[in-house]
Nanobody, 115 residues
């Protein structure tokens, strides 16, 4: 079955960086686009970034452009999210997502940006 396991979250000061990872299994990872979403307390889940199956195509929400970078390693079945210049408003649970006949989600990893 499809499994997505996020890691790399934690507490970071404003202006700091974190790198999130999502290890995928149970499907042909190299054939599917992958996405990162986030959900802040009291807010709806929102799309952060997406990457095509080959890794050549990426898209970002406007608020993340220039600060976040999505990448993937198809040999390791892993997708990454490098987050730089973090702001308190980036505090959220970050989720990995793949759509394969239906949406699959990991359990998320918490990112807290605070001094």
């Amino acid at each position: 079955q499809v499994q997505l396991v996020e890691s790399g979250g934690g507490l970071v000061q404003p202006g700091g960086s974190l790198r999130l990872s999502c290890a995928a299994s149970g499907f042909s990872f190299r054939n599917y686009a992958m996405r990162w979403y986030r959900q802040a307390p009291g807010r709806e889940r929102e799309l952060v970034a997406s990457i095509g199956a080959s890794g050549e195509s990426t898209n970002y929400a406007d608020a993340m452009k220039g600060r976040f970078t999505i990448s993937r390693d198809n040999a390791k079945n892993t997708v990454y999210l490098q987050m730089n210049s973090l702001k308190p408003e980036d505090t959220a649970v970050y989720y990995c997502n793949v759509y394969r006949r239906m949406d699959y989600w990991g359990k998320g990893t918490l990112v807290t940006v605070s001094a």
